[in-house]
Nanobody, 117 residues
């Protein structure tokens, strides 16, 4: 059974930082590109945030988070990460890790990130 379990969310002030983790099981993690996606409160749209290649060498980001977020992975631990710095109010959302690139892959239950003063 494929499982993706996100953690690390919370409430921070603008300018703060959080590190999200996604522990996976039930599939060969190292064979899949992985992504982080998010859904803002009251929005019916899931937004792609970032993806990383299978080997972790290349990361891709939506323009609004470039220079602030860093995606990484540890294939030995089957774990995906998202380091989020200089957080903005508009980053408030439920964050999900997802298999493959884009918003349609299997994803976990999510972790809430709230940025407010």
């Amino acid at each position: 059974e494929v499982q993706l379990v996100e953690s690390g969310g919370g409430q921070v002030q603008p300018g703060g930082s959080l590190r999200l983790s996604c522990v996976t099981s039930g599939f060969t993690f190292s064979l899949y590109a992985m992504s982080w996606v998010r859904q803002a409160p009251g929005s019916g749209t899931v937004e792609w945030v970032s993806s990383i290649t299978q080997d972790g060498d290349d990361g891709y980001y939506i323009q609004s988070v470039k220079g602030r977020f860093t995606i990484s992975r540890d294939n030995a631990k089957n774990t995906l990460y998202l380091q989020m710095n200089n957080l903005r109010i508009e980053d408030t959302a439920m964050y999900y890790c997802a298999m493959n690139v884009g918003t349609t892959g299997t994803r976990g239950q999510g972790t809430q990130v709230t940025v407010s003063s």
